[in-house]
Every structure is written in C-alpha cells, then in structure tokens.
C-alpha cells in the first residue's frame, strides 16, 4: 500500500476538478489558482529542519529585555525558515553557571546537520584574557571562554553555527578568581527546553524566505560565525529601555537585511552596518569583532 502526503492528495483532488467542465467557471478557477500556489509554496519549504537557540543570559533585571529580544529574533528565523524552534534557557538563577552550559552543550547532538542550525547566544558579564582573544564569559561558578564554546559546537553536525558573545571584552582584576570553579552540588536547576514547530503561512514573502535561507543555508557551505560585541579593553554598553546597544543594532540590521534590500546580504555586510551603527551610538567607544569560517560540504539548494 502506497501512502501520499497531504499535498500530494490535495493537488490529486484539484487535477480532478479541472476534468469536470461544471467547476470551470471564472471563481472556482480563481480558487483553484491560489490552492495551486499556496500548495507549490509550502512543498517547495524545507520541512524537518530545527534551529536550536541556546539563550544565556545573566538572570538580572536589567538583562531580561535580551532574553525577549533574542527570541523575537529566533521567532522570525523560525518563521520564515520554516525551522522547528528548540530553546534552551539558561536565565533562571538555578541555571546561570559555566558548569551547566558546559553540560548542555557537551551533551548536544543535533538531529539533522545538513540543514539544522545553531544560535549560541550570551549576554552578562565578560572580559578578556588577551588582545586577540574573543572573550571570556563570567559565571558565578567560573568562567566559560568563547574558544570553548567554539570548541564544544564545532563538531557537531550543523549548517550554520553562529556565536554571539554581547558583553565586555576589558581586561579583569579578578582573573584568578574567575579560574576557580564552583562545587557540581551548587548547580541545582535544569535547562529548560522549549520547542515550537513552524506553521505553513502561505502568505509569506518569498523574497524574504529566500535571503533568510540563504544567510542560514548558504549553497554547499557550512559556516561558523563568531561575533563579539566589544573588541579587546572596550565595554558593552548598554541603555535602561532598550538594553544592549549591539543586540538592538544587531536585529534592525538583520531585520533591514532581509526585509529591505534589492540585493542578498551576507554576514560580511551585516557585520560591517552592525560596526557603523554601535560605533555611531557609542561615539566610537565599542567596535564589534566578527569572523567567518566556511567549508564545503551538503548538496546544492538551487532548484
């Protein structure tokens, strides 16, 4: 026994009502027509992909409009990428610790790398062990360097991998103390993992399906992208409504990216509007750091 999807019963269904002469009036091939499109919309959508977002954030007041921000983002790359949305939450107070990052992290295995993708998110405090070192993100536990986070996601098989690090890049007086790790007994709480399916939406622009896949499933690349919010000795600002100056640039340019221009943007492009805008707003007291890695591999998306 042969079983068809849905669509495919459904486009069945519509070749059998042009056969019959009584349903070819101007109406029902109006219908018809757009039953056709939103059908050819939603098969030609890669289904089955997930974006796993793993949003630490530091659990204080004045970092919680991050949390929403971030996942209004993630929300829109769901949408029109038509991925199954996985969040991992570490703003609980039980769970704001580089040991439970560390865990989740090691213990991650995504479930389809040709087409899954990865968002790593921090915002909180950090600080830099070196002039051309990404930074180090500051626990109550200990520390959690970028590298190690590259280190832990590397291997895993994804599409895209992207890590944003919004937090100061400034030398610590407290390094030492950052180096000495809490006991296993004080990390209490559990990840939270929330996830969302994408809905069908025929009434998505396809322009903006389009450039949204391919800054997250360049044809035949796998990518790494790593974006620090402050470059080595400057702070992350931030401001008391909005939050995060980079995060905030960071969306609108995205958001501009897809929405906006005539022509595909890359990460390279978007770095460099992100640098322009933070620099602007911050009177050239923070520079954004951005670094592209690629290498070949999946098969084609062109059609």
């Not at 100061?168 to 004080?186: E, G, H, R, T, Y």
């Not at 939406?201 to 896949?213: F, P």
């Amino acid at each position: 026994m042969v079983c068809k999807s849905p669509a495919s019963l459904s486009i069945a269904r519509l070749t059998r009502m042009t056969k019959n002469k009584r349903t070819l009036n101007k109406p029902s091939m109006l219908i018809r027509s757009l039953l056709v499109n939103w059908l050819l919309l939603i098969t030609t959508t890669t289904f089955g992909q997930r974006l796993y977002v793993f949003a630490v954030v530091d659990p204080a007041p004045r970092y919680q409009s991050d949390v929403r921000r971030v996942h209004q983002i993630a929300d829109s790359i769901a949408q029109y990428g038509q991925y199954e949305l996985h969040w991992y939450s570490f703003s609980a107070a039980s769970t704001w610790s580089a040991q439970a990052v560390r865990e989740a992290l090691t213990r991650f295995q995504p479930v389809d790398g040709t087409q899954d993708g990865v968002w790593f998110h921090y915002a909180g405090r950090g600080y830099s062990e070196g002039p051309k070192a990404w930074p180090t993100l500051r626990f109550p536990d200990g520390k959690l360097p970028v590298r190690d986070v590259l280190a832990m996601l590397r291997g895993k098989p994804v599409r895209t991998l992207l890590v944003t690090a919004d937090c100061a890049n400034q030398v610590s007086q407290n390094a030492s103390i950052d180096s000495v790790m809490a006991p296993v007994s004080s990390v209490s709480g559990s990840v939270r993992l929330h996830i969302t399916s994408a809905k069908p939406d025929a009434h998505l622009d396809t322009a903006i399906v389009n450039r949204y896949r391919r800054l997250m499933q360049p044809d035949r690349i796998r990518q790494i992208i790593i974006m620090a919010a402050a470059s080595h000795g400057q702070r992350a600002y931030r401001r008391d409504r909005t939050g995060s100056v980079w995060l905030s640039r960071f969306d609108a340019v995205v958001q501009n990216a897809v929405r906006v221009r005539s022509r595909y943007a890359s990460w390279k492009q978007i770095q460099e509007d992100i640098t322009r805008l933070v620099q602007e707003k911050t009177q050239y007291r923070q520079t954004p750091r951005y670094n592209r890695q690629t290498t070949t591999c999946c098969e084609s998306n062109k059609p």
